[in-house]
């Protein structure tokens, strides 16, 4: 299978844990959780990880290679988003994000973040109105997006993230995950074999 490549930094590094990137200990820092946003879900048990932030140039720039992989590997591959919020409003782009994954629109919300960012990020000033905006974009029951955004649960899920993240080694984003390791590659191409030898490709 052929990808086309998307000239972006790609890290992966060694971590502990099992194939599937969950930690045995339920308390312990973990490469997936089982409320983890997932974009697909793949026939084996590989799975992508990407540790992100919606306000991160790069995780934009890296997007529409993540979406290249995700539509040629997502039958077999399992693709599982973090959140990694280091900007200004980055944590408030996670909260509208699990907000709208609560009705089962998160992909949107995701796309929509980063076709957006150009308009929103690196903003000193919040940018909520802008984000329940994009809610309101995608028809969303604003209500119940509301109740969601501003449950604390919601912060607490975005923060474990961050918190899991830092534990296994992330400084930085978009930082990458096959299969419980995070590695430094050269090339997409070399991203590409590793993912085909994890699904068995």
Excluded at 30 to 55: I, K, M, N, P, Y
Aim: glycine content about 8%.
């Amino acid at each position: 299978m052929v990808v086309a490549a998307v000239g972006v930094a790609l890290i992966v590094a060694n971590t502990e844990g099992n194939p599937g990137g969950t930690a045995p200990d339920a308390a312990g820092p973990q490469v997936v959780r089982a409320d983890s946003q997932r974009l697909s879900t793949g026939d084996t048990d590989a799975t992508f990880v990407e540790f992100l932030d919606f306000e991160c140039e790069a995780c934009r720039a890296a997007h529409p290679m993540v979406e290249q992989l995700r539509s040629a590997y997502g039958d077999d591959m399992t693709f599982v988003v973090r959140n990694f919020p280091l900007h200004n409003n980055s944590e408030a782009a996670a909260q509208a994000a699990e907000a709208a994954a609560a009705q089962g629109r998160f992909e949107e919300m995701y796309d929509l973040l980063f076709e957006t960012q150009p308009q929103w990020g690196e903003s000193d000033q919040s940018q909520e109105d802008v984000f329940f905006g994009l809610a309101e974009d995608l028809g969303l029951d604003m209500e119940q997006f509301r109740g969601v955004y501003d449950d604390p649960a919601t912060l607490e899920k975005i923060r474990r993230d961050k918190a899991d993240g830092q534990a296994l080694g992330v400084t930085g984003t978009p930082t990458f995950f096959l299969d419980g390791e995070k590695v430094e590659v050269e090339s997409f191409e070399e991203l590409q074999a590793m993912i085909e030898q994890a699904i068995g490709g």
